[in-house]
């Protein structure tokens, strides 16, 4: 059975500095997906990584995954509080579109 | 925007009562699938639907069931409501291809 394991669950952080999310994943995958969610709404994509050694980047945020490892991390670089949400990374079943998510990493940037 | 609709946004049930939730998925989105999100945990897999046929099934009990129809839209529809069915149900689609899904802004259910 997939399992998905972030760390860690709770992050609280001061403005400007940097952090590492990792997401753990039980069995073969060559996809990954990270996704942030603000309290009470729903599921925004942030990254799709596609294969071994991808790297995507957006703003303040990193994302890389090791198929070889089973690791996915989420590099959070001068940290400022509109980052603050909960972020999941998903692990899709093998040629299927079902995804087992993270148990989530609930990020609170203090200014 | 995700163009992944979903309605109602909120709604009260009764243990024992019954609720249908729906989804509008964007055009040319064959599959679409719903989870369940408690209360400060990820969203759990419940089911999914390909071109109007179940193709996938989370560890959900057969009270749970769903209808995908040919304009893009969905249905959850779930029996015999008990409490720990209060959750956010959320709804996601994808055009065939790996690009991910995306997802609808959820349907917040109360169970009393």
């Known amino acids: 059975e997939l399992k998905v394991e972030q760390n860690p669950l709770f992050l609280s952080m001061q403005e400007g500095k940097n952090y590492t999310i990792y997401c753990n994943y039980s069995?073969?995958?060559?996809?990954l997906y990270w996704y942030r969610q603000d309290p009470g709404k729903s599921l925004e994509s942030l990254f799709v990584?596609?294969?071994?050694?991808a790297v995507k980047q957006e703003g303040r945020l990193m994302a890389s995954l090791d198929t070889k490892a089973r690791l996915s991390t989420l590099h959070i670089t001068a940290a400022v509080h509109d980052l603050s949400a909960t972020y999941f990374c998903?692990?899709?079943?093998?040629?299927?579109?079902?995804?087992?998510f993270g148990t989530g990493t609930r990020l609170k940037v203090l200014a | 925007e995700t163009g992944v609709t979903q309605s109602p946004t909120h709604l009260i049930k009764t243990r024992g009562q019954q609720v249908t939730l729906r989804c509008s998925s964007q055009?040319?989105?064959?599959?679409v699938s719903w989870y369940q999100q408690a209360l400060g945990q990820g969203p759990q897999f419940i089911f999914q639907?390909?071109?109007?046929?179940?193709?996938g099934r989370g560890n959900f009990p057969p009270r749970f069931s769903g209808l995908q129809f040919p304009n893009y839209s969905s249905e959850l529809n779930v029996n015999a409501l008990e409490l720990d069915d209060s959750a956010l149900y959320l709804c996601?689609?994808?055009?065939?291809?790996?690009?991910?899904?995306?997802f609808g802004p959820g349907t917040r259910l109360t169970v009393t």
């Open positions: 996601a689609s994808n055009h065939e291809g790996i690009q991910g899904q995306y």
């Open positions: 055009s040319g989105h064959n599959t």
């Open positions: 639907y390909y071109r109007e046929e179940e193709n």
């Open positions: 998903a692990v899709p079943y093998s040629g299927t579109y079902k995804y087992i």
């Open positions: 069995t073969t995958s060559d996809r």
């Open positions: 990584l596609l294969s071994n050694g």
